[in-house]
Structure formats: structure tokens, C-alpha cells
């Protein structure tokens, strides 16, 4: 099953209609720790769909979402997408804060992620979701559907954290999905960053992600942006260097269990 950014234990699984928690069940069942979520009404369906695991509510289901969205990681819902759209946009707030959310239609087709694709990790749980059920995974952002690197997801599954305003993320990953000349500098950290992660993908690194081991490898004209892991610090370059490369340089700090 695809690798979650989070433990089972933080997935709350959502129906609200008979048919909808049979197969939330089996999502829940599929993801052991996770908590099914239904309407009391539907009480005796949802305990026989997942045993132990179902909490029934009264009243409306909007009143859940806010409690949701603290306690739990990611949310998966098999409800219509514009339903769900419409349960959550009153509680959006940041893609660091927000939960992962994956909707899914009542026949199990469909698995689509709808928030916090990428640092949420609703992307990977919508793959996981549906490799579990039989169901397609439907991947709108643009890295994904590119097949190429994300930018902000970069060696996390290995314990790495980058450094970078919101404003050089935006930018360097629409360098990345816009086919721009792309320098990945490794200095350190394992090198199996691409294949079997979250970030990684089944095929090779697109032809314009260049991966040189040395900073002084960078042609400010030329590349777009500048992915650099490292142990060193930006002081330490050129100051011409670092000057004509800032609004594009995110910096990856591999732990030291992760350096190598």
C-alpha cells in the first residue's frame, strides 16, 4: 500500500448514506486504526461495518467537521465532491494546518483528493485508498500529473525539511511542472530521494531535473530553480552566487540518521 505521511490512527473515514458506509467500511478496514464516522440513523449498519471502530453522531453532519478537522490527520469521504466542498470551505485555513481530504463516490470508482494534496498527504491516501479498493486515484495536482518532483515534498519520507518562503516554493515548483532546467545539488543525504516514496514515481527523474553534486555546478541564467541538500549554509556561497539565485533556492536538511 502507498507509504502515508501519518498514522492510521489519524484517518476519520465519513459516510452518510447506507450504501456509502458499506463501502467505508471497507476503507476503514483497509486501514487499520481508522475511525468510521456515520449518522446515528445508520447506527447498526456502520458498527457492523467496522467493528470497534464506528462513532455515530446526531444532528447534522456539518456540526462534525470542525472536530474532525482537529483530531484527525486526513479525512476520507465517501460523499458527492460539491457536498464536500461545501462541508469544509467554512473551516479552510492553510495547507500547513488543514487536513488531508479524499472523496470518493458510493460505487468506490473514484478516490479524488480535494485538499492538502501535497503536505496534507491527501494525494498519497487517496493512492492508498484506492489500491486498496479497486479504485482510481484521481490525481489533479500538477507534479503529479506530470510525473514529476514536488517540490515541498522533497526527502520528507526520509526526515529531511527544507527551508524556503511560501513565495520561492510557488515559484520553483512552477518551474519544475513548467519544464524549466531544474538543479538538484546533493551534498548529502541518501540518494534514494525519487523511486518508492511519496515524491517519487515508477519511471526516471524528468529529463529537466539535472542532479549535480557540487553548488558551483549552477548557471543562474540557465536553471530555474535550485533544489540544494546540504549540511552547509547560505553564507558559505559566493555572495554573486546566492544573490543571483535567492528567489529560486529552496535548501534540504537532511537529518543526520539521513545523511550519507
Not at 517519487?200 to 531535473?209: D, H, K, V, W
Request: hydrophobic share 50%.
Amino acid at each position: 500500500m502507498t507509504p502515508l505521511p501519518f498514522a492510521n490512527d489519524r484517518i476519520a473515514v465519513v459516510s452518510i448514506t447506507r450504501h456509502g458506509i458499506a463501502l467505508a467500511g471497507r476503507i476503514t478496514r483497509a486501514l487499520p486504526g481508522a475511525h468510521l464516522f456515520a449518522p446515528a440513523k445508520f447506527r447498526d449498519i456502520a458498527e457492523a461495518a467496522a467493528p470497534g471502530r464506528a462513532a455515530c453522531y446526531e444532528g447534522k453532519t456539518a456540526d462534525q467537521i470542525p472536530g474532525l478537522f482537529k483530531a484527525f490527520d486526513a479525512i476520507v469521504a465517501v460523499v458527492s465532491l460539491g457536498a464536500m466542498v461545501r462541508l469544509i470551505a467554512p473551516h479552510l485555513g492553510d495547507k500547513e494546518s488543514d487536513p488531508g481530504v479524499v472523496a470518493l463516490d458510493e460505487a468506490g470508482r473514484f478516490a479524488i483528493p480535494m485538499l492538502s494534496g501535497h503536505l496534507g498527504g491527501a494525494n498519497a491516501l487517496a493512492g492508498a485508498v484506492a489500491e486498496a479498493i479497486g479504485a482510481q486515484a484521481v490525481l489533479t495536482t500538477a507534479s503529479d500529473a506530470r510525473q514529476t518532483l514536488a517540490v515541498d515534498l522533497l526527502g520528507r519520507e526520509l526526515g529531511w525539511r527544507f527551508e524556503a518562503s511560501k513565495a520561492v516554493i510557488v515559484k520553483t515548483s512552477a518551474a519544475v511542472v513548467n519544464d524549466a532546467p531544474i538543479a538538484v545539488v546533493q551534498e548529502a543525504g541518501s540518494a534514494d530521494w525519487w523511486r518508492g516514496h511519496a515524491n517519487g514515481r515508477s519511471g526516471a527523474l524528468p529529463g529537466n531535473i539535472q542532479v549535480v553534486e557540487h553548488i558551483d555546478a549552477v548557471d543562474p541564467q540557465r536553471h530555474g530553480a535550485v533544489l540544494w541538500i546540504t549540511h552547509r549554509h547560505t553564507g558559505e556561497l559566493p555572495a554573486a552566487l546566492y544573490t543571483a539565485i535567492a528567489d529560486r533556492l529552496v535548501v534540504y536538511r537532511p537529518t543526520p540518521e539521513a545523511a550519507g
